[in-house]
């Protein structure tokens, strides 16, 4: 199986973009974690999370992962050269089996609308951002693994559907979600 192009030679352009490097030496730049107040209780069971954007959660791992895609225009976003394995680190830390140096996994809150009626507490469900990565434009991106773990923010039913977010100029922040998805074994 063939999970991308060949690695080509990647250096620096006229723009001086840098090089592409490995997803396991990629730098983690966390605002999120760093500037917004964090649940202080680490139980993780489903309750109401009060004064706080997020609550720190670590990724449920799955034995033995295997990277089945990779999208050359999504790793040149980020700055990250194709794997050259299906089954070696990049697989490990997208599938959550390994949090990198300098990730700070949690899972957001938030609150909002729902057909037309205030919902409340809402929450991030089954998803967790691993990390937020600054690409080489300087768009700064979270890493998020979809079906990765039970916030205490989920919803009570089982989220089974998996989803990419896509983004452009219209982030607020310019902040986008590049998502890896896992499918759990019937």
């Known amino acids: 199986m063939t999970l991308a192009t060949p690695l080509k030679q990647h250096s620096p352009d ?3 973009t ?6 396991c030496d990629v730098d983690f730049d966390n605002t999120f974690v760093r500037e917004l107040p964090g649940d202080s209780l680490t139980h993780n069971v489903p309750r109401t999370v009060r004064n706080a954007c997020y609550t720190r959660v670590a990724p449920t791992p799955v034995r033995s992962p295997q990277l089945l895609a990779w999208v050359d225009a999504v ?7 194709p794997p050259q394995s299906a089954s070696g680190a990049a697989a ?16 957001a ?13 809402l929450g991030d469900g089954r998803a967790i951002t691993l990390g937020e990565v600054i690409g ?10 979809k079906g990765a773990a039970r916030p205490p923010t989920r919803a009570r039913q089982t989220v089974a559907q998996c989803c990419a977010r896509q983004c452009g100029n219209s982030c607020a922040a310019k902040r986008c979600t590049i998502s890896a998805c896992r499918r759990r074994a019937h």
């Open 75 to 81: 790793g040149e976003m980020l700055g990250v050269k």
């Open 109 to 121: 809150r938030y609150g909002g609308h729902q057909f037309g009626q205030w919902a409340g507490q």
């Open 18 to 23: 840098s090089p592409l490097v490995d997803l």
């Open 92 to 107: 490990q830390v997208l599938a959550g089996n390994r949090v990198l140096p300098g990730m700070e996994p949690y899972a």
């Open 14 to 16: 006229a723009a001086g």
């Open 136 to 145: 080489p434009d300087g768009t700064r991106y979270d890493m998020q693994l």
